[in-house]
């Protein structure tokens, strides 16, 4: 069936520093890709999306690049700060059912 | 800032009590969902619905039901609770054009059986 692979499951960074999370789909109908942000306690946030009539999106330091031939695409997070630790979730979409991954564990060092 | 509500955020039962987790949205959106988030933090979709009296089940087999009688609102039951039914439960919903792919989450229902 479809899935959706995202790497890596853990990610520890210096605050400061970039952080790159990837994710491969296997639908290539797939046409929406957004990105959730989940902290401790919470419901996952939208923070970035991106159409597969674009290449590549960017909000602040959030960006996010997509890939179809290669079908992935990455969320990068630049100049990271301790209240980006949480959990990152990506998903494929082409109706309206997502395909979640299976969520980066993202921790910013002071 | 979605406005999707869900209650309780957190409920303790024992065994064999029959429960009902509440959702509402007031965005008007046609679209609503159910996930289950397991400890390992994977989201699998239970139940979704298309508008009103419509429900469907999801890719993760569930022993809730749902149901969908007014737009704004799609609670969550489970007839006999089970130490397995612990899990979060995370209700989306999503609109019919425009962004209708984005789906906006509320904050969670954490569930325990004892």
């Known amino acids: 069936g479809e899935n959706v692979e995202q790497h890596p499951s853990t990610l520890s960074v210096q605050e400061g520093d970039s952080a790159v999370i990837k994710c491969t789909y296997s639908?290539?109908?797939?046409?929406?890709f957004p990105w959730y942000k989940q902290e401790l306690g919470k419901g996952p946030q939208l923070i970035i999306d991106i159409r597969s009539n674009v290449g590549e999106k960017k909000d602040q330091r959030i960006a996010v690049t997509l890939n179809k031939t290669a079908k992935h695409f990455s969320l990068h997070i630049t100049e990271t700060q301790p209240e980006d630790s949480a959990v990152y979730f990506c998903?494929?979409?082409?109706?309206?059912?997502?395909?979640f991954g299976t969520g980066t564990r993202l921790k910013v060092l002071a | 800032e979605a406005d999707i509500y869900q209650t309780p955020r957190y409920l303790v039962i024992g065994t064999g009590k029959k429960i009902t987790l509440e959702c509402s949205q007031t965005m008007g959106h046609d679209k609503m969902y159910w996930y289950q988030q397991d400890p390992g933090m994977e989201l699998h979709l239970i139940h979704y619905?298309?508008?009103?009296?419509?429900?469907e089940k999801g890719d993760l087999s569930s022993e809730s039901t749902v149901s969908r009688i007014r737009t704004e609102h799609f609670p969550l039951t489970l007839e006999s609770a089970r130490p397995s039914h612990t899990s979060q439960y995370l209700c989306a919903s999503s609109e019919y054009g425009g962004r209708g792919d984005t789906q906006y989450f509320g904050p969670g229902t954490r569930l325990t059986v004892l």
């Open positions: 998903a494929a979409s082409r109706t309206y059912k997502y395909i």
């Open positions: 619905s298309y508008g009103v009296n419509s429900t």
């Open positions: 639908d290539s109908a797939s046409n929406y």
